[in-house]
């Protein structure tokens, strides 16, 4: 018998079949316009984000990882600063706080959610550890498409005088409360890769805030410092998003909240796969909307697990297999809250996620399902 076709854990392709035509006239549009960079698509793509987020403002840059950076430039937080956030979190996070030129530190996870710790983060700011710069932001990590527990990490940041940033990269279109996040803190930074809920076909990024002097420095910063050509008013960098790119994403936008109702319900299916197995579905916040940019499950025997599914044709993925402390770049020079991450470390030893896009067909979710109703028993 021959093996049965991989599913693959993640399918950016799949994406641009769903909306080709559309994609391919957007594309047109912009290569016939001889307008390449910071031209109409860009700035339509900015609105047209901003009204979906519910912001006043929204920047395109090159990527997320420069969206993080560009919003603690503009808010001066670089050289002398500490920055809190967390471990279990790509590097980007924490590769855009040296990018500013801060120093980060890095807080521990609650198990059941693996965002940061909201008690571990009052307690650094009320008592910082010895030795570091002040704190002066804290960038709270949106992970895996669910949203912090914000209203205690707000209220602490707002007791020391700290600004909250969030991370957006794997939240685009998750709420808590009501309310899109993105909107709740100082400022929010989206990555638009192209694996990403809203995803550009190559690399991209967007800020969001509803500070318009802090957005105004933000636009200088991301090209050069300008105010007027070629007159670098601060310093700046280049990190800008494409006219292609902004077109592309414009179309996508369209499609964005029907494609995470769909991951919900791919996320439902996935649910009671494993009802009454030993393995558990992911945990939901209460009072969130989850928009699972991964489904991600937790077994000590991880690695039978992946195997039992390779087996039978599922692709799967480890987000993320290595902590950023534990990573050589990083590892013995970043500070670590008073929990030592042990969390953080646990987790990285045992998580996986599952096949999650919206472009899915329904014998591979039935397959996928299948496999889930056996797994571990």
């Known amino acids: 018998m021959d093996p049965l076709p991989m599913i693959p854990q993640a399918n950016p392709g799949a994406g641009y079949q769903a909306q080709k035509a559309e994609i391919d006239a957007a594309v047109a549009r912009a290569l016939a316009s001889g307008w390449y960079i910071l031209g109409k698509e860009g700035e339509a793509f900015e609105q047209e984000f901003a009204a979906w987020l519910g912001t006043?403002?929204?920047?395109?840059?090159?990527?997320?990882?420069?969206?993080?950076?560009?919003?603690?430039?503009?808010?001066?937080?670089?050289?002398?600063?500490?920055?809190?956030?967390?471990?279990?979190?790509?590097?980007?996070?924490?590769?855009?706080?040296?990018?500013?030129?801060?120093?980060?530190?890095?807080?521990?996870?609650?198990?059941?959610?693996?965002?940061?710790?909201?008690?571990?983060?009052?307690?650094?700011?009320?008592?910082?550890?010895?030795?570091?710069?002040?704190?002066?932001?804290?960038?709270?990590?949106?992970?895996?498409?669910?949203?912090?527990?914000?209203?205690?990490?707000?209220?602490?940041?707002?007791?020391?005088?700290?600004?909250?940033?969030?991370?957006?990269?794997?939240?685009?279109?998750?709420?808590?409360?009501?309310?899109?996040?993105?909107?709740?803190?100082?400022?929010?930074?989206?990555?638009?890769?192209?694996?990403?809920?809203?995803?550009?076909?190559?690399?991209?990024?967007?800020?969001?805030?509803?500070?318009?002097?802090?957005?105004?420095?933000?636009?200088?910063?991301?090209?050069?410092?300008?105010?007027?050509?070629?007159?670098?008013?601060?310093?700046?960098?280049?990190?800008?998003?494409?006219?292609?790119?902004?077109?592309?994403?414009?179309?996508?936008?369209?499609?964005?909240?029907?494609?995470?109702?769909?991951?919900r319900e791919i996320a439902s299916r996935y649910d009671a796969a494993l009802a009454g197995g030993p393995i558990a579905p992911p945990e939901r916040r209460p009072g969130a909307e989850h928009v699972f940019h991964q489904y991600v499950l937790r077994s000590p025997d991880r690695a039978a697990m992946m195997a039992a599914l390779k087996a039978q044709g599922i692709g799967t993925g480890i987000h993320y297999p290595a902590p950023v402390h534990l990573q050589p770049a990083y590892r013995d020079r970043i500070a670590l809250g008073p929990a030592g991450c042990a969390e953080t470390a646990r987790a990285a030893e045992e998580v996986f996620s599952l096949p999650m896009y919206p472009e899915l067909t329904e014998e591979q979710i039935e397959r996928i399902c299948a496999a889930l109703a056996t797994l571990g028993r």
């Open 56 to 263: 006043t403002r929204a920047i395109g840059c090159a990527n997320g990882t420069d969206a993080l950076a560009l919003i603690l430039r503009g808010m001066g937080v670089g050289e002398g600063s500490t920055v809190a956030t967390v471990s279990h979190t790509a590097v980007a996070t924490v590769a855009a706080i040296e990018m500013a030129g801060a120093t980060p530190l890095l807080l521990d996870i609650d198990p059941d959610s693996y965002t940061m710790d909201p008690d571990e983060l009052a307690a650094v700011l009320e008592d910082p550890p010895p030795g570091l710069p002040p704190v002066r932001a804290a960038i709270a990590v949106h992970l895996y498409g669910q949203a912090c527990d914000l209203g205690p990490m707000l209220e602490a940041c707002n007791r020391a005088g700290v600004a909250l940033i969030e991370d957006c990269a794997q939240a685009h279109g998750a709420t808590l409360h009501g309310r899109k996040l993105g909107t709740l803190g100082s400022a929010a930074a989206f990555s638009l890769y192209p694996t990403k809920n809203l995803g550009a076909l190559g690399d991209g990024g967007v800020l969001a805030t509803d500070d318009f002097e802090l957005a105004d420095r933000i636009a200088a910063i991301r090209q050069y410092g300008w105010r007027e050509r070629y007159i670098s008013a601060m310093v700046g960098v280049n990190s800008r998003l494409d006219e292609v790119q902004a077109a592309i994403l414009r179309v996508k936008l369209t499609a964005l909240d029907a494609g995470n109702a769909k991951r």
